[in-house]
């Protein structure tokens, strides 16, 4: 099965800088997308970043022009770089890969990582 795993959280002040790491493992055909999400408590569960295939990226806007996420394909690895974080930030973050596993079979499956945990205080 496939394996995600996050890395790189911690507690930082507000205007600091973590990179998170996901990296997947297992038997992957490609993949699709690879996002990033996060989740403070008594809230949902949000999409913050995903990069795409072609390269393209999107994201949520209250992180634009702080966060860039990037990837490295050769690793299935994917990257979130969050600068001025800010105490809003503060949540688990989730790493969700989106894959083919099979060169014949077109369907797409989701795995999700673990979580970090992001603290950011003011």
């Known amino acids: 099965q496939v394996q995600v795993v996050e890395s790189g959280g911690g507690s930082v002040p507000a205007g600091a800088s973590l990179r998170l790491s996901c990296a997947a493992s297992?038997?992957?055909?490609?993949?699709?997308?690879m996002g990033w999400y996060r989740q403070a408590p008594g809230k949902q569960r949000d999409l913050v970043a995903q990069?795409?295939?072609?390269?393209?990226?999107n994201y949520v806007d209250s992180v634009k022009g702080r966060f860039t996420i990037s990837r490295d394909n050769a690793k299935n690895t994917a990257y979130l770089q969050m600068d001025s974080l800010k105490p809003e930030d503060t949540a688990v973050y989730y790493c969700?890969?989106?894959?083919?596993?099979?060169?014949?079979?077109?369907?797409?499956?989701?795995?999700w990582g673990q979580g970090t945990q992001v603290t950011v205080s003011s």
């Open positions: 969700r890969v989106v894959v083919q596993l099979r060169a014949r079979d077109f369907h797409l499956y989701d795995y």
């Open positions: 297992g038997t992957i055909f490609s993949v699709d997308n």
């Open positions: 990069v795409f295939s072609d390269g393209s990226t």
